[in-house]
């Protein structure tokens, strides 16, 4: 069985940093390109970063770049979103997911590729 357990969310102040784990199990750990999106109060889910399978290549929605990173820890089978220069616009749900179809990540995700879906971890950045 495919489960994706995020952990890491919480509060903090708008500049501060958090880190997000995104722990996988039942699956090929670098067979599967992995996401991070989120789902801010009345607004659609958007994709925020991604990591290949093979090589680790990433990427960034552009509102995070150069404050967030995506990481990987193969040992561990887990993925990690480190969060910095956090702002009140980043307060949303987090979640990590695996896709089956692809090694690599596109430019922008194709939600529904995405097959395996964690729960989601609150984030809230006060101002």
């Known amino acids: 069985e495919v489960q994706l357990v995020e952990s890491g969310g919480g509060l903090v102040q708008a500049g501060g940093s958090l880190r997000l784990s995104c722990a996988a199990s039942?699956?090929?750990?670098?067979?599967?390109?992995i996401s991070w999106f989120r789902q801010a109060p009345g607004k659609e889910r958007e994709g925020v970063s991604c990591i290949s399978a093979r090589d680790g290549s990433t990427n960034y929605a552009d509102s995070v770049k150069g404050r967030f990173t995506i990481s990987r820890d193969k040992v561990k089978n887990t993925v990690y979103l480190h969060m910095s220069s956090l702002k009140p616009d980043d307060t949303a749900v987090y979640f990590c997911?695996?896709?089956?179809?692809?090694?690599?990540?596109?430019?922008?995700?194709?939600?529904?590729?995405?097959?395996?879906w964690g729960q989601g971890t609150q984030v809230t950045v006060s101002s």
């Open positions: 039942g699956f090929t750990f670098g067979d599967y390109a």
């Open positions: 997911a695996a896709n089956p179809l692809r090694s690599r990540c596109l430019a922008t995700a194709v939600q529904h590729e995405y097959d395996y």
